[in-house]
């Protein structure tokens, strides 16, 4: 692979990871909740899902999970219920805060563990087969059968880092204080607006598993 390849590379895997959408939502959850260093091991996790991803579809096997309908549909079920899930726990956290909420208070009212955190980000990568479609797609440009194992882990490393890079840069942004004290103050909003908005998500997930969508 050319520079060349991998500065395009870098960018489609950038594009990819600042893409808005629930790893985006969970990690302003993870941020609010508990701070910084909750984001940070959100984002760690978030990256250690994209590594698995990546390292499978660069050793081969993403192709043969694609194309295994047992195990995608599998990965999708669980995928929907997942983000049911936290859906329903940041529906039902929103409804509970109190209308003018006192910030260490409501702080220790909804702490979780830092490994929950690590969990959620590593979880809402798994559970989400396109985006081993989405490594397969991309790096099927850049893969050839005569290629060594050095190069097709460099850009499993790649993807990787740029990943976690990028979810650690946000975590610390949002973590900004004066950010942070405002998205604290309207916690409970925060809470019900993602949570419904991974509701309709995961409600659309599982109609166009059973066709309705």
Known sequence: MTLADWGLLALTCLAGAASPGPSLALLIRSVVRDGRIAGMMFGIAHGAGILFYAGAVTLGLGAALLVSPAILIALQGAGAIFLLWIAGQMIRAGL??????????????????????????????????????????????????????????????????????????????????????????????????????????????????????
């Not at 409501?106 to 830092?114: F, G, I, N, V």
């Not at 985006?131 to 290629?147: E, V």
């Open 96 to 213: 509970t805060a109190p209308v003018a909420p006192d910030e260490d208070n409501l702080r220790t009212q909804t702490s979780r563990p830092l490994l929950r955190h690590g969990m959620d980000g590593f979880m809402i990568v798994f559970l989400n087969p396109k985006i081993a479609a989405f490594f397969l797609a991309i790096f099927s440009q850049f893969l050839s059968d005569g290629q060594g194992i050095a190069t097709r882990a460099g850009m499993t490393i790649f993807a990787w880092l740029i990943d976690t890079g990028w979810y650690l840069l946000v975590a610390v942004i949002i973590a900004f204080p004066p950010l942070l004290a405002r998205l604290e103050t309207h916690q409970h909003r925060i809470e019900m607006v993602i949570g419904c908005g991974l509701m309709l998500i995961g409600i659309s997930l599982g109609g166009r598993m059973f066709g309705l969508i």
